[in-house]
């Protein structure tokens, strides 16, 4: 093991996966794992998956010397606290929507004041396909939010093979499980107020919309659904192109952008039971599903794109971001493929 | 009890609710129920909730004769035995696909070959809301797809409303239950792999896009997924009007059209838990529930509504409709209101 | 309608349930609903189910005068208040475990000082199928437990029909739903940490234990496991009697204490998928359904029971020794049966 | 990679497991994957997680060389194919119920005739709990059943420490989700009907008591019930011993036995939402959870034991012999340590 990490903020759901990543990272030891309220206790206490382990979760208040410093606080803890962090640990990966936006302005619109807004420029997008070549040597990255990064990864190719350009009708629908409520949650997401739902959680500006307009450069019209499983982030875009678009263009745009990607299946319509994207088929992995079809009759394009919200919506793609930021193995700690079948995910 | 009924195909699940509705339905006797797979067998052997019923399965060759027979036989049964089945009853509901749709072009357009195609013209659509003033004295009734009743349900007051004119772009994203699919089942409704997904079922060109078109005279980008509930069908109505709307007008108009429904609730952006329709909340019951926002960022109307796919969307529809053809209180035998909590619809 | 009926506590889940059914009753009027956190508001607020009742809560301090007073309120609350409610109601049926032991000594085994304890003596246990003779007239019936319930409803015959005597090794091995924790809830019933479990929770030392102690004479091991279903409560007694008992004695047994029960349902090994009871066929409705296998080669007796924990459970149960104690027809207000196919239940 | 391995029968649910985890493996390079029913076509078109395999089943008539082949076969084939399986591989693990009993008469016991008996004495029961000793160099490896697994774990050392004697009444309440059904499944297996129960499926004879029998040598009054969860044996054992047992004789217990075993982990009445064994805890894992409360009031010991039945109960109880049996790291392949949180696991 080369590199020490710790994670901040171990005992929520982002935490537990980022000590589960690193527990069988082969290039990272877990130095220390934080929690407020958990203080003392296992990490097992709060993650029965990591019962095993012989680690206690220490105070945030004494942060130990680290190569890399993952924060899993919630969203304005990490402004507050990005000095204790970059004075601990040279990389800081932080899995909050502090420092995903470029600018105050774009932060402003869509959150409130930012602490420690000459920060935004500076730090990096952790999403390696869309921003691999800026991340080796970066000190902060900002790990992306699960709804965008499912967007992003569903659109992204039609960008850069220019089948869109930005000014198209886009229709955003995903659905989503519980766990991006976090641990605790309140009435709503008690089991017999969320099982079972189709619930529409976020009719109209969802704040990830942010994240898409500044990569993709589009504004889309986005809905979310909590739907009956706890990971997963499922987005279907209905995209209205200018001209008409084949299935060979299509299949040309997602080879080009993703062949080569450690962490993207395509699943367009095979045989079988699954043949498109499915939370089911990621979960617990750092896998994107992307898959498409053309509705020629109504001059639509629908994408379909599914990731673990807690992989590679957040936990996974910030190890991955590490990886490459301290240029490793880009697949490090993460190779687990999943299990089927799997229940709710 | 007034009027006696049958229910052909009553080891299916609609058959099932049919069952169950009519038991309880104050002016309805049941006199028969067939099942060719299940004759002899108890009806409570293919649908435990009846198990205190002294009813078994009779063949569906001998037919009684009866006051209305309710079919909820497999799409193209129905057009083969439609002589017996009005040989035998006064009025025939049919809760199959087979008498939707007004004329065979539009029936080849989306099925295979009618082979009663004179009976289309002569066929009353089910939907209450829709075609109240051509039901009573009706004698052949063809109940709602469940995904196309969802829908009709959500839109018909901005077309009723001169909100919409039919030329706009519309997305309509639908996330239904198992129950869809029937009993029975093949490898993907066995539980392991139909528990926990969001999977894109109908990615385009769903035949209840057929219902919405002859109906609101509009085509609509349609894409069904299936989600972890057994009961429900909820749609998401995305869309693009020409000009501006307020949240006033779009309360005139579905005020207007079903503040005097019986079975229609709204539900839009209220406190709570359950501020949008919800399938939850509308398990077992013939309610529809319809509600919207404004996204006037993006110059969207996003309408959610939600049905029970085998109440509302089928058998509840159909005894509906039978209220009303034989001039019954409308909500006779559908007063059941459901209950809270309930889990995965 | 005959009665005038309030809810006292009518925001929590029983307090739902009980709305609902009085809604249906045709002997009840509901003349209010009380809920200290949610004065004001509708009770389609706390209930989607009953978004279309025009009833608002109001504080519990002004209770109306009414014939019967349902309380839906913890334990430990109606004892407090149990004057106030015996002023505004000639019955009082109170939902909570304050009034369902005989004596202070019974009492104070299983729970903390009761501040009444006069009035243990005087109340009467709710469950009919226990208790018929002793209800009509009773002005304070104590509905009971959810889990004694489903136990009792296994075991009665057998004791009734002297199989058992009392001094036999029964171990009860309970599975119950989620709402058994009613609304709100903590970390533990969030969606993400309770869905799909097999979670061991009352080890040893139920409280109910108590109850089933009380009317069946019988020290029983007693074990509750949550699974993932919202309502529901089965049992499954294992049962070593000291001779021979044979699948004639266990029948005669059954239907001997329970063929003229109209909330009784027997379920012992027929055909179909639903062989057993199951808290799925009972959903929603006050039915509890029974059943059992002889396993020769142990020298045991599996006896399988299983009732909706809201209903037969408690808001069921309630308004059932309502019925009786005042008279009415026993299923007035009862009679939904329930559908096929519900999810989780 | 050192050892080349087969698996027979890769399109079923455990198939699919074998082929996960040898993919991961570190000392094994998959040589063939054969399916009957899926020849030519890809892992992935059966197991969605691993799509990214460049892998196709091939015809079962056509075994390559290797040094050893897992048979995830349905119970009657491997016995018929054993030769061939044999001349194939050096070492051949069945993970099916052929070669699991000791003698001819007790597998007539259970099951219907076998046709190679003479095997039945030479193979060797997987469990390295139970039987290390004998693994190394064993040439035809039986692994165990589900049900028996997750009751063995719980009891062993019980009968390790004399604590029991094999006289005692032991009930064992088994909870099991859908996934023991197998890929495909009928009509009580299908999502509308499986969804949300907990159903008695094995009231008594269950053909697992036989393996507990041979290797505990004591009757236990075995009953199973399907609940709602995909993977998962949960197994709640009611043991009544002959004398007093205290706390601490039985985490003398069970330390004794289980401290240095790498996939045995004790939950037993900690802090937390997780406090016993549970399946959510496993999910994915080769892991047996075990814990355990005292009755003192009804002189019961109540043990309980959690597994991921495709794992420790089939597909990673055959990895683990293996790797027992050829002199690797135990632990090798294996090392998933599962994820939290999980839903239906």
Redo the contacts between chains.
Sequence with gaps: MTYTASVVGGSG?TG??LL?IL??HPEFEIAQATSRSKEN?TVG????????LDLRFTSPEDLESVDVLFAGTPHGVSMEHVDAFQDAADTVVDLSADFRLDSEEQYDEWYDGHTRPELLAESEYALPELNRENLPGADLIASGGCNATATIMGLLPLFEHDILSGDE?I?V?V?V???E?G???G??????????????YA???HRHEAEIEQFLGV???F?V?A??????A?A?C?I?PDGPVSKGDMWGAYRGSYEDEPFV?M?S?????????????????N?A?V?F???A??R?L?V?S?IDN?MKGSAGQAVHAANVALGLEETAGL???????????
């Design positions: 759901f537990g996966e589960r527990d069988g206790k206490h709060s993650h029965p998956n990591l019962r095993h009708q229709v629908d659905k499980g519980s766990s409520g641990a605790g949650g009435e709503a997401s008690s089991h017999p107020e969320r099982s079972g739902v189709v619930r529409p009719p109209t500006g504004d889309v019209s809905t659904h739907v009956d499983m706890i990971r997963g499922a279907t209905h209205f299946r699943a319509g095979g045989g079988g039971v699954y043949r498109y994207p499915e939370p089911k088929a990621v979960a617990g992995t896998f599903e898959g079809e053309v509705d009759a109504n639509r629908v379909f599914a807690m190779d687990f493929t999943g299990f089927h079948p799997v229940g709710a995910p």
